[in-house]
């Protein structure tokens, strides 16, 4: 138990120094981008979110499934934790794209795909998570929001394509350009930083999420919960 | 197959028995059409060039209504846990019920679709190709709608969930929909209105299955 209890925050603590120094080397070491100059170093943490978030929506979907296939509560742990992380690193991403764009597109948003697509996944995920506010009885906030967030995300490559056809039927995009190898190692430095980071923070939540959960549960009720008929739903730890 | 039959009868019957709501809400949408007017200010040019984005937008929202409406009645006297009681499976009742809704729903673009000529001077010739947008963009709207208005009517604060579940979810249809229509009042010198119709109907056929898979875990847990 002792170990278990630990291991998040030293997952936290190993990602908060790949990223300080990802960053570090990103804003101090590497060169700067010819044409973009400085603000062109927002890449080194805007390019790790993109894929963590990603990640994190990706890893909520599959609590969501292994959820409705095993009915134990850790999953549901998981994926409250996960899609929380998803959505604050989606949101995180937005405001980040919104401040390279200003200065270098002139403007605070673009209907690019990309932009478009992440915008619509914060909505989407964030109604899930409104969606558990609003649920008292947690096998229903559990199932409800599993099925939800299968929904969404299987909604999110729709979304993509068709923001893609519809944007490009507009106006051509501009291409993203290619990475020097300068650039790489901040890159790759600070993705594993947020990686570790996230892992931490989603194995600290799912178990704030637990005792939450103990606590909603009268305790009668914990051994006899699997009202659903299936395979019975185990106890509370992560 | 019966079961599924029975249960698109029932729902059918429970909107005519309702229909005075249907009323009210094609009387929002027309409401909601009029009002986007007043947005653009009386530039007729302009209105006719977003006519069909309204159409939907004004669509999308009075959906909402008549989705609600349509599990909100389930919860009056736990008709629902009567529902789940009958020897029919519960896929028989999300396609019933998501059918029944899809009823409604076109009827309701068909019957918004005067308004919004009349107020945009939006009109078409070519009513098969409308009627197949509305048909496949209505379709799109209902069957995750059905779903997710499953769990919305036993929540708090349904009212707020259930646009803020769909809309970001919906937003595939709006964006092929209001092209296709734009297309088809506009006129389609790029013969373009074919893709827009095929994603329409993907994503259709995609949420239509998961529905069917996912419903059952909604409504016996």
Redesign the interface.
């Known amino acids: 138990m002792r170990a278990s209890s630990s291991r998040p925050i030293a997952f936290v603590a190993f990602g908060v120094a790949l990223l300080l120094a990802g960053s570090w080397w990103g804003l101090a070491k590497a060169p700067g981008e010819v044409f973009m100059g400085d603000v062109q170093r927002i890449m080194y943490v805007h390019v790790p979110t993109a894929w963590n978030a990603m990640l994190a929506l990706t890893f909520a979907f599959v609590c969501a499934l292994c959820f ?1 296939f095993t009915n134990a509560w850790k999953w549901d742990n998981r994926l409250e934790a996960g899609m929380e992380m998803g959505v604050v690193l989606s949101l995180l991403l937005c405001m980040q794209g919104s401040i390279w764009a200003k200065p270098t597109w002139g403007v605070w948003w673009d209907w690019d795909p990309r932009l478009t697509t992440t915008a ?2 914060v ?2 995920f964030g ?2 998570l ?2 558990r506010a ?3 009885d947690p ?2 906030r559990a ?2 929001s ?3 967030c ?3 995300f ?2 999110v490559p ?2 993509y ?3 893609k ?2 944007n490009s ?1 507009h106006q051509a995009q501009s291409t993203p350009q290619t990475v020097s190898s300068a650039f790489h190692w901040p890159l790759r430095i600070n993705a594993f930083g947020i990686l570790f980071l996230w892992i931490g923070l989603v194995g600290l939540r799912a178990r704030v999420a637990a005792l939450r959960r103990r606590g909603e549960m009268a305790p009668p009720l914990t051994q006899k919960q699997s ?3 299936r395979a019975p739903i185990t106890g509370g730890a992560v | 197959m019966n079961a599924l039959f029975a249960a698109f009868r029932k729902d059918l019957l429970l909107q005519w028995r309702g229909r005075a709501q249907m009323v009210a809400i094609f009387a929002f949408g027309a409401a909601a059409l009029l009002l986007f007017s007043f947005a653009i200010g009386p530039d007729s040019s302009a209105l006719r060039e977003h006519a069909a984005g309204f159409l939907w937008l004004g669509l999308l929202l009075a959906s909402t209504l008549s989705l609600a409406e349509s599990f909100e009645c389930e919860m009056e006297e736990q008709a629902l846990e009567g529902l789940l009681l009958l020897p029919a499976s519960t896929r028989a009742l999300y396609y019933g019920k998501a059918i029944a809704n899809w009823a409604q729903l076109a009827l309701l673009g068909m019957a918004l679709v005067p308004v919004m000529v009349v107020l945009y001077d939006a009109g078409t010739l070519r009513l098969l190709s409308l009627l197949a947008v509305i048909l496949l963009g209505t379709a799109g709207l209902s069957a ?1 709608g059905t ?2 208005a499953a ?2 009517s ?4 349904r009212q ?2 259930l646009p ?2 769909l ?3 919906v ?2 249809v709006l ?2 929909a209001v ?1 296709a229509t734009s297309l088809v009042i506009l006129g389609d010198p790029m013969e ?1 209105y074919r ?1 827009w119709i095929t ?1 329409l109907g ?2 259709a056929v ?2 239509w299955s ?2 069917g898979l ?1 419903f059952g ?2 409504v ?2």
């Open positions: 409705l619509v996944m909505f989407a109604g899930i409104a969606l609003f649920v008292d096998v229903k199932v409800w599993s099925v939800a299968i929904v969404a299987v909604d729709i979304v394509f068709s923001v056809w519809w039927l009202a659903t008929g | 995750p779903l997710y769990m919305t036993q929540t708090r604060a707020t969930l803020l579940l809309f970001p979810l937003v595939p964006l092929a092209k373009q893709p994603l993907a994503f995609i949420h998961i529905g996912l875990r909604v016996e847990d």
